[in-house]
């Protein structure tokens, strides 16, 4: 008998970095339910991309600010299947000094970077453990080092490794959960950086002087989650800006 096609659930998947995971995971012969927040042309497109690749993707309209987004993405995932693969890479990466920093955009910066792929990796627990499955977390490497985004951002992505180690653990040995720590990234996010900051930190901080494609990530992060032996590590992926 056929063995059931793979399934994964990947947050973000309308652009950047999501849509080059929505599309390396159709490649890799999954079946893919992807989020997105609002860009329904955006997230058609990458359908469309998937379907070229003779993949098949779904999206899914859900703000992960709230839980009813998790509710939302888990029950359309739930009814295509079992999920073998969760890949938690929505984020946002709104920037504050402390002066600046309000209750509201720390509690969006929380919600959306932390508290929604907890619960999705709740949501899809008993799937992941049945297929003996991962969940790949997109931190930063501001996680690991301290964000030039200030609190919000680098509080969240280095809770986003303690996460990772946790459920690591708690889902052993059935589940391996990893994280991938990127740097400069070619999408919207970097871009939307000070230029004269985008400047500094290639000519200062990047040994390989490299900003990663999209699709560079999400095959390095879709080969982490392969590796039989690998759970709970996190894996910068910055050009060698931290050593
Ligand atoms: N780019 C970088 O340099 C870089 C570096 C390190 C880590 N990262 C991490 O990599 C991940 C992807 O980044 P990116 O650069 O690809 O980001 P991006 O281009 O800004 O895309 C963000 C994606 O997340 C979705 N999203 C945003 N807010 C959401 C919400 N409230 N609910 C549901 N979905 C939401 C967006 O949906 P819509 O299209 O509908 O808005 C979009 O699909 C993020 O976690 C980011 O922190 C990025």
Redesign the pocket.
Known sequence: MAEPRRLAVI??????????FVLEAAQRGYDVVF??????A??AKTVELAAALGGQANSV?????NLE?VHTLASVAHAKGEVSLLV??????EEFTLEELTREAWE?SV???LT?PTFLAKEFKADLVARRGAILN?????GVAGSLHGAA?GAT?AGLIGLTKTLARELAPHVRCNAI??????????F?IDPAVQQQVMEREMPLKR??Q?ED?ARAGLDISSWPDASGIVVLL?GGRIM
């Open positions: 947050t973000g998947g309308s652009r950047g970095i999501g849509r080059a989020s997105y927040r609002s860009r329904e955006d997230a309209c859900a703000d992960l600010e987004g938690n890479n929505a984020g946002i990466g969006r919600a959306i970077n929604a997109v931190s930063s490497d501001g951002y992505k720590a990127p740097g400069p990234v070619a999408t919207e996010m970097w939307a900003i990663a999209p990530i910055d």
